[in-house]
């Protein structure tokens, strides 16, 4: 599958990122990925925090669990912009999230024998649901920060390693500066095995935070 650029329309995303190549084509071929990876409501956007950057300051993601027994493939799609129906601020559509993440799990990342750490999981869903959040055209725009204010993860069967599963994430509403989304892991078989629901409270422009 050829490569295709991030696109300037997510500015958040730094476009002049690349994003690599083995990571497109781990998940190219699975038939739970391969209809995001084809469709033209989705573009790859780089993982910002698995890059090692100067301006990268979440080390966890960039090198603690970059590795090739954790997570050695990782690939995030955006919904494009322009391509999202119109909905009411509390209905999201299951089969169009507004950002998917495709990750393969690694045996390091193990706490019981076989099965991610829980803490991994929460870590995986609150970064993709932060991404999610700061994707949009208004914290792009307002070149704003986000905070998480909380995190409810109900975790429904366990998540093996190896595996690779899939993270669907939505804004469900927004209200001022605090920001709700929710967010799914899946394995490849489309099983829930956990799922989140946060806040998120964006700082004020002028205020530095």
Request: aromatic content about 10%; some cysteine; glycine content about 6%.
């Amino acid at each position: 599958m050829p490569h295709r650029p991030s696109s300037k329309r997510h500015a958040f995303f730094e476009p002049n990122l690349e994003i690599s190549p083995q990571d497109v084509e781990c998940f190219a071929s699975l038939p739970f990925a391969a209809p995001y990876l084809s469709s033209p409501l989705y573009e790859p956007v780089p993982f910002v925090t698995r890059y090692d950057t100067e301006g990268t300051s979440n080390k966890f993601f960039s090198k603690v669990i970059n590795t090739a027994d954790t997570i050695l493939h990782l690939l995030a799609l955006a919904r494009v912009p322009d391509s999202k129906p119109n909905q009411t601020p509390d209905q999201h559509d299951d089969s169009a999230p507004d950002f998917v993440v495709f990750v393969s799990l690694g045996p390091d990342l193990c706490g019981f024998q076989g099965t991610v750490h829980g803490g991994v999981l929460a870590a995986l869903l609150d970064e993709a649901l932060g991404l999610c959040a700061e994707s949009t055209e208004l914290v792009s725009k307002g070149h704003t920060r986000l905070y998480t204010a909380g995190l409810e993860i109900s975790y429904r069967s366990p998540v093996h390693a190896p595996s690779v599963a899939m993270i669907k994430t939505w804004v469900t509403k927004r209200h001022g500066r605090k920001w709700f989304l929710e967010a799914q892991i899946l394995d490849q078989d489309g099983m829930v095995k956990a799922e989140a629901k946060t806040l998120y409270i964006s700082s004020r422009i002028d205020a530095g935070l």
